[in-house]
């Protein structure tokens, strides 16, 4: 995943418009015009996208920290000048303030299976013997796990058809001994 479809992907999720986006990058100490947010977030076949950086990414993963758990006391964090899915992903935990069990959770709830053993993996330095990578497809269903535990589909903008299909019988009504109704 591109720097882009995280950013992306998080601002979908959370519904964060610009203003709250260029908040953010504020409570991370960097300045960004609305314009700068908005060729970040366009596609790469759009003429006016631009490539968000990994420190221009890791400052505004550490503007959401600060933004969902509070600054911490003295200096700022510096932002990483090279990020992978393992920063990214430890980020996001510590921003939302998760278990090891939450993430599983929302990573369950997007349909991938992990057990904890495996998740830790990617919490450990590199150059530990038991670190792993974490890859795309663990990230991005991280993130479908976040965006359907905070941001549902909302049944009633699913597209139903206007019309019942022809030669399908309504269903038939069961019946209830409880219902005081008179009959006919």
């Known amino acids: 995943m591109t720097n882009n479809d995280v950013l992306r992907r998080l601002r979908y999720c959370f519904n964060l418009g610009d203003d709250k986006m260029?908040?953010?990058?504020?409570?991370a100490e960097l300045v960004v015009s609305r314009a700068e947010v908005s060729r970040w977030l366009k596609k790469e076949e759009d003429?006016?996208?631009?490539?968000?950086?990994?420190v221009k990414l890791a400052t505004f993963l550490n503007g959401f920290?600060?933004?969902k758990r509070g600054k911490r006391d003295g200096d700022q964090p510096q932002p990483e000048s090279r990020l992978n899915?393992?920063?990214?992903?430890?980020?996001?935990?510590?921003?939302?303030?998760?278990?090891?069990?939450?993430?599983l959770a929302a990573l369950q709830l997007a349909g991938l299976s992990m057990s904890k053993h495996e998740l830790s993996a990617f919490f450990r330095k590199p150059g530990h013997k038991h670190y792993r990578e974490c890859k795309d497809?663990?990230?991005?269903?991280f993130i479908k796990g976040l965006q359907l535990k905070?941001?549902?589909?909302?049944?009633?903008?699913?597209?139903?058809?206007?019309?019942?299909?022809?030669g399908q019988?309504?269903?038939a009504k069961k019946f209830n001994p409880w219902d005081t109704a008179k009959k006919d």
């Open 22 to 27: 260029i908040a953010i990058f504020a409570q």
């Open 47 to 54: 003429e006016d996208y631009q490539n968000c950086s990994d």
């Open 65 to 67: 920290i600060n933004l």
């Open 85 to 103: 899915n393992n920063i990214i992903l430890r980020k996001l935990k510590i921003a939302l303030n998760f278990t090891d069990e939450d993430i």
């Open 137 to 141: 497809q663990v990230l991005r269903n």
């Open 150 to 166: 905070y941001r549902p589909e909302d049944p009633s903008k699913k597209r139903v058809p206007a019309v019942e299909p022809v």
């Open 169 to 171: 019988p309504a269903p």
